[in-house]
């Protein structure tokens, strides 16, 4: 069982940037589905986006066009960089890998946007 660890959430004021980082205790390797969820207060969690091999990538369309996520296999790490964040992305961020339909789960990092 990998282990996720989330890092690079805080407090943002509205219209500026995060970048999350997701480092994985075990290989990050092509057939990995990396992904990004959130779960706001009172509210399920959702998908942001996600990437696979060939980084194919997929973005939640609230998110498209701030958001980027992004892998380096070498390091075992993905990355979500947060762009023109709104104060309706404000949420604790997960980490998820799906190999083969096995998943695995970050404990998560807040990310608050507000004035």
């Known amino acids: 069982q990998v282990l996720l660890a989330e890092s690079g959430g805080g407090l943002v004021q509205p219209g500026g940037s995060l970048r999350l980082s997701c480092a994985a205790s075990g290989r990050i390797i092509s057939i990995d589905v990396m992904g990004w969820y959130r779960q706001a207060p009172g509210k399920q969690r959702e998908l942001v986006a996600t990437i696979m091999s060939g980084d194919i990538t997929n973005y939640a369309d609230s998110v498209k066009g701030r958001f980027t996520i992004s892998r380096d296999n070498a390091a075992n790490t993905v990355y979500l960089q947060m762009n023109s964040l709104k104060p309706e992305d404000t949420a604790v961020y997960y980490c998820?890998?799906?190999?083969?339909?096995?998943?695995?789960w970050g404990q998560g990092t807040q990310v608050t946007v507000s004035s």
């Open positions: 998820n890998r799906n190999r083969r339909g096995l998943e695995s």
